[in-house]
Structure formats: C-alpha cells, structure tokens
C-alpha cells in the first residue's frame, strides 16, 4: 500500500528564507508523487509532480522538489520565501487511480 | 492541462435537504473524481466516476448519500443528500488530464455549510 506523511502542520518562515516542507511516501514500487498548493478560499493549484523522469523537479512560483529513494522523501524548497506563499501545500502519492493526500502543511510568512 | 469549473462556489442549506454540485471541463477527459475537504483538514476521496458506468465509492462513502451522475465526457454531478452539519465541507472535483495522463487537476471547490 501506499500513503504519504507530511512532517509539521504548521511551518512558519520570515520572508526572504528558505522553505523547506516535508513529505515522506510509503511505496512497494516507483511512485508518482505531487504537491499541491491551496490559498485561502481556493481549489487546489498543482505545484510539482514527479513521475519517475528527472528526480530534481522544478516547479511554478520557484518551487523545486527532489525525490530521494533512499529516504522515501520528496521534500518540497523555496530558496526565498515571499509573502504570497502562504498557503496550505499537500503532497500526493498516486495509487493506482486514486491520489492519496497527506495531512497537508499550512505555512506563514513573516514580514 | 484541464480548466474545471464548479457550481454552486458556495451554499447555505437547511439540515434534511439535499445539493447537487455540478462540474464542467473544458476537455473530454475518461475519469472524474469528487473529493471532500472538512473544514481544517485533507482532502478525501469520494468516488470516482466514468462515463457510461457507476461510480465506484470509496469506504465510508455511499451510493444513497452522495448519488453521482456522469451522462457524458466534460460533466458530472454529485449530490450530498439529506444533509447533516456534518456534511459541512469543501467538495472537489477532479479531473486526470494530459498525456500521460498522469496529472489530475481540481476545480475551485463548493464551500457548502449546513445548518
């Protein structure tokens, strides 16, 4: 089976820092994995996806995301948080058709 | 990519009534699903729903509560029925779109609030 684990509910940063949100995935075969972005009062907004390609991904908004076999990891960075990243991210694993979310990271930024 | 929209984007409902949410993509696309999000938290697969068969439901989550319709490729609506304040959610739907096909896509969501 496969199900994915988001580190910290709540992630706070200062503008202009880095972003580092955990995702960590439990998976008998190569995944393909997502994060998502949610602002306030929104839908979801896909980020990043990795699907077995290039293990260092890039994203919208200078979002990047590199999936680590050895650690079952796909953590999610922002060299320098901005103010519009607050938001609710979630990380996804696919399995077979269904996507399986994680308990999502709300993340502030301070001026 | 796929453009999703959702109807109502929002509703008040009384406790007993029931909602139907409609969905529209821009594409033709074989497999749509609808989510839940209560409030403060992830987000929950209801059903899934292709054209021309029944959805197939996740457990937790029944065919008399939450009836689908899919009549064709770009639509397909859910309906939350006999409503309880705890049916008090965000519902999505979802599309899975683009060669090859891996990526899903997610309308704007209805914020329904039973009372």
């Known amino acids: 089976a496969q199900s994915v684990t988001q580190l910290g509910s709540h992630v706070s940063v200062s503008e202009g820092a880095l972003v580092l949100l955990r995702c960590n995935y439990s998976s008998s075969v190569p995944p393909y994995l997502f994060w998502y972005v949610q602002y306030p009062n929104q839908g979801l907004q896909l980020l990043l996806k990795?699907?077995?390609?290039?293990?260092l991904v890039k994203g919208i908004n200078g979002f990047e995301a590199e999936f680590k076999k050895s650690e079952t990891s796909f953590h999610l960075t922002k060299p320098s948080a901005h103010m519009s990243d607050a938001a609710e991210y979630f990380c996804a694993v696919r399995l077979g058709n269904k996507l399986i979310f994680g308990t999502g990271t709300l993340l502030a930024v301070q001026p | 990519s796929a453009v999703i929209s959702q109807k109502p984007s929002r509703d008040i409902c009384q406790r007993g009534t029931s909602l139907t949410i409609q969905c529209q993509v821009d594409?033709?696309?074989?497999?749509m699903f609808w989510y839940r999000q209560q409030p403060g938290q992830s987000l929950t697969l209801i059903a899934t729903a292709n054209q021309g068969s029944e959805a197939t439901y996740e457990s937790g989550f029944v065919i008399d509560k939450f009836p689908i319709s899919r009549p064709n490729l770009t639509f397909s609506t859910l309906t939350v029925s006999n409503m309880s304040p705890e049916d008090s959610s965000i519902y999505l739907c979802?599309?899975?779109?683009?060669?090859?096909?891996?990526?899903?896509?997610f309308g704007p969501g209805t914020r329904l609030t039973v009372l």
């Open positions: 990795y699907t077995s390609a290039a293990t």
């Open positions: 594409s033709q696309v074989t497999m």
């Open positions: 979802s599309v899975r779109a683009g060669a090859p096909g891996v990526t899903q896509y």
